[in-house]
């Protein structure tokens, strides 16, 4: 597929997504979105790929926002549609992933472009960025599960004052409060990310995606993680990276694993 938006990079089992409108400082438009759909869902079903990582474009900004002139005259209902079909299409996508997906906060992830960092497994940010969901200042409410991840991952007190104040935390304090997981300068963002990434590349990828998806079950209050967790540890019994992982371990020597 050729994207607007967009430009992809494979190596060495890595897929990295940048998002490319450096004039728009990277916001999410219908296209970008529709793009990134397009992007990580071809590489959660490319073999080559093990890990994505996804950034943005020069040094300003990962996103630094919706697009608001697609959707500044919308009424009630294609508000609704805009948020469900956007939290569909990528946001909810993008979290359930088999495939890990790792945040390159590269600048600004603000509104839309730090609830897609939020959708990411994990985070890392530039020391330069800054991150915040700046909706009430609109009059509007974060839609693309920003009301729902932010809690979660920062506590529901710092997540309700980030929201109400729609001011913006710089990258340290984004780590301190577990919103992401390292801060390094920003010429080692992309080269740090590549370094975890291969360390998870090569570990067991069948067992990684039954991971995600029973941490992933803990956040659904209709389900129960701790059975999610109990079905996903025991279908890992009947896989060959089972088999090579323990084999590997009693022989002394490193894994092997067939889908590594």
């Known amino acids: 597929m050729i994207y607007n938006n967009l430009h992809l990079k494979q190596n060495n089992g890595i897929t990295i997504i940048t998002i490319d409108r450096p004039k728009k400082l990277n916001a999410l438009n219908k296209e970008t979105i529709h793009e990134l759909h397009e992007a990580f869902d071809a590489a959660n079903t490319d073999d080559e790929t093990k890990v994505i990582i996804i950034t943005g474009s020069g040094e300003k900004a990962f996103v630094a926002g919706a697009d608001i002139s697609e959707f500044a005259d919308f009424e009630v209902g294609e508000g609704k ?26 600048g600004f ?14 985070r890392l940010a530039s020391d330069n960025a800054k991150l915040g969901l700046p909706e009430v200042s609109l009059g509007l409410i974060p839609g693309y599960g920003g009301t729902q991840r932010l809690p979660q991952l920062v506590g529901k007190g710092r997540a309700m004052e980030m929201i109400m104040t729609a001011g913006m935390i710089d990258a340290k304090t984004a780590c301190d409060y577990g919103l992401v997981n390292h801060v390094v300068e920003q010429e080692a963002l992309l080269p740090t990310c590549e370094k975890i990434a291969m360390k998870i590349a090569g570990n067991s990828l069948v067992a990684i995606s039954a991971a995600i998806k029973a941490v992933n ?22 896989t060959d990276d089972f088999k090579e992982g323990t084999t590997a371990f009693l022989a002394k020597r490193k894994a092997d694993f067939p889908g590594s």
């Open 81 to 106: 549609d805009l948020a469900a079909k956007g939290q569909a299409d990528l946001f909810d996508f993008v979290a359930d992933l088999s495939t890990p997906v790792i945040a390159a906060v590269n």
């Open 109 to 122: 992830a603000l509104g839309g472009g730090l609830e897609l960092a939020m959708a990411c497994h994990f």
């Open 217 to 238: 079950s803990s956040f659904d209050n209709e389900v129960n993680g701790f059975d999610v967790e109990i079905q996903e540890f025991g279908n890992c019994f009947g």
